[in-house]
């Protein structure tokens, strides 16, 4: 007899006293099924206030360590072993060790894209949402950003005063986009607007009428009585877009903009995590405080 997932993840979930958390880039039914969807750091958050010992973290393995690293008595699980980031691949502890004697006055800021080791040698993490803001808060001038040239990039655009070096990364979904893209779903939808993420590469970015984080595209949408939207982000966002404006349309780029990596996690998946407890997330103590201190600094510097 075929076992009801949905049921079996729930009574599991129970059992264990677990909490289902699913970033916004996961397959519509695993979003369905979580307690909590959002970006990545405000997961971290929940993962960190929740009474919950035990977190399942729907999505990739930078998330479920930033929520291990705020959270270290709480197991975090990820269900998907596989699911990574290549762009957080990009950036080695080797490397950013190298450009901090290179450029030693300089303060490391790493997106929250990043493995636990290239955050225990920053100095302060960031999201999408805060970027802008962090570094307008850094008092010195020299700024290492790693691993997203693309966001780098968009904040350098910003901060003109400053010194940026910037990292040779970027997100392999995001950098498929190509201008003409959006020039196409110009001229076939009408008074179409264009909301892309800073991932995006500069000619895309260039041609947006707004860019944003994942959740800032979702408030842009919902707040803007526009009918038509092109989405240019991990099109998974768009479960949650569709569900809260279900009058306006949506529209993604015409090659699609789907992670590999973010799809990795089925409800299968989270029903082996429950019932095995796996995976577990394990970081080094040395590396989990360093990194602590680099996400900590993300919350005095957003002010
Ligand atoms: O921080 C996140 O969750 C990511 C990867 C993107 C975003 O814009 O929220
Ligand atoms: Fe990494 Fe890009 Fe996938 Fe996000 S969408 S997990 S940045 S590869």
Redesign the pocket.
């Known amino acids: 007899m075929e076992i009801n997932l949905k049921e079996e993840i729930l009574r599991l979930k129970k059992e264990k006293g677990a909490i289902i958390l699913a970033?916004?880039?996961q397959r519509p039914e695993i979003q369905d099924i979580a307690d909590a969807v959002g970006?990545?750091?405000y997961l971290s958050k929940v993962a960190k206030d929740c009474d919950e010992k035990v977190i399942v973290f729907c999505g990739v393995k930078f998330?479920a360590e930033s929520a291990k690293i705020l959270s270290p008595e709480k197991t975090v699980l990820l269900p998907a072993i596989d699911a990574g980031c290549p762009m957080a691949d990009m950036a080695d502890a080797e490397g950013v060790k190298e450009l901090k004697e290179k450029h030693p006055n300089a303060k490391i800021v790493c997106y929250?894209?990043s493995s636990a080791e290239v955050k225990a040698l920053s100095d302060v993490c960031c999201?999408?949402?805060n970027a802008l803001k962090i570094i307008k808060n850094i008092k010195e001038e020299e700024i290492i950003f790693l691993p997203d040239k693309n966001l780098g990039g968009y904040i350098q655009e910003q901060v003109p005063e400053k010194k940026f070096i910037i990292w040779n990364g970027f997100c392999i979904t995001h950098k498929k986009v190509k201008v003409e893209e959006l020039e196409i779903a110009k001229k076939l939808h009408n008074g179409i607007l264009i909301a892309a993420?800073p991932e995006c590469e500069k000619p895309v970015r260039d041609a947006a009428d707004f860019i944003g984080?994942?959740?800032e595209i979702i408030n842009f949408v919902n707040n803007n009585s526009n009918e038509k939207f092109l989405i240019v982000?991990e099109e998974g966002v768009l479960h949650q877009i569709k569900s809260k404006n279900p009058e306006k349309k949506f529209y993604i780029p015409g090659g699609g903009m789907s992670c590999v990596n973010m799809k990795k996690t089925y409800l299968k998946d989270v029903y082996n995590s429950l019932l095995n407890m796996e995976y577990d997330i394990k970081i080094d103590e040395e590396i989990r405080l360093n990194a602590y201190g680099a996400l900590i600094n993300m919350h005095e510097l957003r002010r």
């Open positions: 970033h916004y880039y970006d990545s750091y998330m929250i894209n999201t999408s949402s993420h984080s994942t959740g982000t």
